[in-house]
């Protein structure tokens, strides 16, 4: 079983069978329970994500070793991987390296859960599903996030409320006036906002909605 847990190793970092076995000598000193057959597909789940390196392996490792213990049964087994690809997408991995910049985003999304009825996996689904447009909107991994928690208390499904958030975003940034005539902001102000702060300027319209009522105020001003 170890013989092919280092091929699948060897087959998706490119490392040669003599850097495979240093990379393990290196897994053994872990403090872990983890077994190093798991430890070993982690380093798999690196190599996917195009990570290469011993460090950076190794980071991505035990990174997701230290998620998978604490989140994993929440999560399931792709959260790490996810969680890689969302710290390299948003910079993290170059201001921080892999192994801190994957630990800070389990913990926003821990401790949103932890202190809300949010739960994990929804969080990092919608975070996901709104990476990219996220990221072209300059709005971070855990204002992101943070939103996510929100539609979760409300008992949105996270399809839809990914959708739905996607496309405000967009229109936001795309016809801020428009928004802001709706709503009954300052256009110039809210267009401003939308360049330079994208969570400002959409709690500035979430707060705007909120002075308009209830449903039946609000609901037209969505056409």
């Known amino acids: 079983r170890m013989s092919d847990a280092y091929a699948n190793v060897r087959k998706y970092t490119g490392e040669s069978a003599e850097g495979v076995e240093e990379l393990n000598e290196e897994l053994k000193k872990m403090d872990t329970r983890t077994s190093r057959e798991e430890l070993n597909r982690l380093l798999g789940e690196a190599g996917k994500l195009g990570i290469t390196g ?49 630990l800070k985003v389990a913990s926003v999304i821990n401790e949103l859960a932890q202190n809300s009825t949010a739960s994990e996996p929804y969080i990092l689904e919608f975070t996901n599903r709104l990476a990219g447009i996220g990221k072209v909107a300059n709005l971070s991994i855990d204002q992101i996030a943070g939103f996510g928690s929100v539609l979760d208390q409300n008992a949105q499904q996270v399809e839809m409320s990914a959708t739905a958030f996607s496309k405000f975003v967009t229109t936001l940034a795309t016809d801020s006036d428009r928004v802001a005539n709706a709503v009954g902001l300052p256009a110039k102000e809210l267009a401003k906002t939308v360049r330079t702060d994208m969570n400002q300027a959409l709690m500035m319209v979430f707060k705007q909605l909120k002075k308009k009522g209830g449903q039946v105020e609000i609901a037209p001003l969505f056409k």
């Open 54 to 102: 011993k460090e950076n392996l190794l980071g991505f490792a035990r990174a997701a070793d230290i998620i998978q213990v604490a989140l994993g049964d929440d999560l399931g087994e792709d959260a790490v991987k996810s969680m890689g690809k969302l710290a390299e997408m948003f910079g993290l991995v170059q201001d921080m390296g892999i192994e801190k910049s994957m």
